[in-house]
C-alpha cells in the first residue's frame, strides 16, 4: 500500500515554540552547510518527527459524545525534550528500593573547558575517562584511612555536558550515600555529617587520574586530533595541552547534604533525565533567530534571556548529543548492578532495620499520568463524562528527511 509522504511542517498548532520546530524550519539549512554527524541527523530527525503523524498512532473515540481525536507516537530519543517524564518517573521508582535510610552527598567533578575542543572530537573515550577517574578517585578516598571510612563505597553518577547557555561544559554529579560498607561486610560506618571529603584533596587526585588515563589513551594512538585540535597530536604539542592541564584549575564542586531518601528521590527527578533545553524555556523563532531563557550562574542565579541565530542555536544544542550506546548514567561500588540489589538490603539491616524505606510505586501507565499532571487522559475534554478508547490505529508515514 502506497503511503503518504509529508514534508516535516509545523504539524500541529501550537502557540508555543519547541526545539522541533527549529529543526523543522531551519534544519535542512544547516544540514547543508555544516558537517553533521550521523547520530546528530538522526537526533534531529526524531526530534522533528516527534508526536507527529509521521510515526503513526490512533484514534481515540469518546463513548459517550462520540469526540474523535489523533494521538500519535513518540521518538523515545534521549536527547528529545518532550520524551524524558515517563521515562523518568519510571526510573526513579526503580531507585526507590535503592534508597539507604542515611544522609547523601552530592558532588560534582568538572572538567578544564581547555579540554573542550579534544572531548568534542573524542566523546566516547574521553567521556569514559571521566567516569573512569571519578570512580577511582572517589573509592581510593574511601579506603584511606586518613578519612576514617576504610570500606567500599557505593555511588550514582550522572553526565551532563551543556551550560544554562547551551555550550559545553562536561561534568558528573555524584550521588553518594554518607557512609561505606565494611569490607567484612558486617559494619555500615558512617561518613562525616558536615562533608565526606574534602573537595581540594579530591581536585588534585582527579586532575592525576583523569591526565595519566588520557595520556595512555594518546600513547596507544586512540585519539584523533581533526581542525583545531591537530596543534596538539605531535607529542611536542601533547606535552604542552599536558602542561596547560595541570597548571589549569580542576574543580570538584560540593553541594549541601541531602537530609534523607525523600530529598535523594526529589533530587533525581530534578538531574538525572534532563536534557540540554528544555521546550518551556524558548520563548520565541523568530526572523532566523531563536530566544530562550537560562539562568545566570554568576549573576545569583537570576534568569536571564538570550538570542541566537537558529544556526549557531542548532550548533549549540548538537554538541551534546552522546555517542551510540553511551551510559551517561553509571552505577558504582555496591550499587552497581551486580550485587546491587543484596548490598542494599545488608546496609539498611545494618543502619535501621525497623525504619521505614520509599516502596516502589506499583501503577499503569495511565495511573501514573493521573499522579503527575492529575489529569485522567481518558476523561474526553469535551464532555466531561465519556472515556477515550481507540477505535482505530493509524500506520507510521514515510518520512522524506531532504526536506
Known amino acids: 500500500m502506497e503511503q503518504a509522504c509529508i514534508k516535516p511542517a509545523l504539524t500541529r498548532h501550537r502557540e508555543k515554540p519547541e526545539v522541533a520546530d527549529v529543526f523543522r524550519l531551519y534544519g535542512k539549512t544547516y544540514r547543508h552547510t555544516h558537517p553533521v554527524s550521523y547520530e546528530q541527523k538522526k537526533v534531529m530527525r526524531h ?21 474523535e ?24 521508582n526503580d531507585r526507590r528500593a535503592e534508597v539507604l535510610p542515611c544522609g547523601y552527598f552530592h558532588l560534582v567533578f568538572t572538567l578544564p573547558h581547555k579540554l573542550n575542543p579534544l572531548i568534542l572530537c573524542n566523546k566516547r573515550i574521553t567521556l569514559n575517562i571521566l567516569f573512569t577517574a571519578v570512580k577511582e578517585t572517589l573509592q581510593a ?3 584511606d584511612p586518613n578519612w576514617h571510612l ?7 553518577a550522572v553526565l551532563h555536558t551543556w551550560s544554562q547557555k547551551l555550550i559545553d561544559h562536561f561534568h558528573i554529579h555524584c550521588l553518594i550515600p554518607a557512609g561505606v560498607l565494611s569490607f567484612t561486610k558486617d559494619n555500615w560506618i558512617p561518613a562525616n555529617e558536615s562533608f565526606l571529603f574534602r573537595v581540594e584533596s579530591l581536585a588534585k ?11 595512555t589513551a594518546y600513547r596507544k594512538a586512540q585519539l584523533i586530533f581533526p581542525g583545531n585540535t591537530e596543534k596538539f597530536e605531535s607529542p611536542q604539542g601533547f606535552v604542552q595541552l599536558l602542561e596547560s592541564l595541570l597548571e589549569a584549575t580542576w574543580i570538584v564542586y560540593a553541594k549541601r547534604p541531602f537530609a534523607g531518601p525523600e530529598q535523594v528521590l526529589e533530587y533525581l527527578g530534578r538531574y538525572t533525565h534532563r536534557v540540554a533545553i528544555t521546550n518551556n524555556r524558548i520563548i520565541s523563532i523568530d526572523n532566523g533567530k531563536v530566544t530562550f531563557t537560562y539562568r545566570d550562574r554568576q549573576d ?14 542548532i550548533g549549540r544544542f548538537l554538541l551534546h548529543v ?24 545488608l546496609i539498611r539491616k545494618l543502619i535501621d532495620p525497623d525504619m521505614k524505606m520509599p516502596e516502589k510505586i506499583k501503577e499503569t501507565v495511565l495511573e501514573m499520568m493521573l499522579r503527575l499532571t492529575g489529569t485522567d487522559i481518558t476523561c474526553c475534554p469535551r464532555c466531561k463524562k465519556g472515556t477515550m478508547t481507540i477505535i482505530t490505529k493509524l500506520p507510521r508515514l514515510y518520512y522524506d528527511s531532504s526536506y
Open 300 to 313: 545569583n542565579d537570576e534568569i536571564k534571556t538570550m538570542s541566537l541565530t537558529a544556526d549557531e542555536f
Open 69 to 92: 481525536r489523533n494521538a500519535y507516537n513518540s521518538c523515545r530519543d534521549r536527547h528529545c525534550p518532550k520524551c524524558q517524564t515517563l521515562v523518568k518517573e519510571q526510573w526513579i
Open 322 to 345: 552522546l555517542p551510540r550506546g553511551f551510559m551517561k548514567i553509571r552505577y558504582f561500588g555496591f550499587l552497581a548492578h551486580t550485587n546491587k540489589k543484596q548490598a542494599v538490603s
Open 150 to 156: 576504610q570500606g567500599r563505597l557505593g555511588f550514582i
Open 47 to 67: 526530534i522533528q518527527v516527534c508526536r507527529t503523524a509521521v510515526l503513526g498512532g490512533h484514534i481515540e473515540q469518546c463513548n459517550h459524545c462520540g469526540l
Open 141 to 143: 578516598f574511601a579506603k
Open 205 to 215: 587526585e582527579f586532575k592525576k587520574r583523569y591526565l595519566d588515563y588520557l595520556t
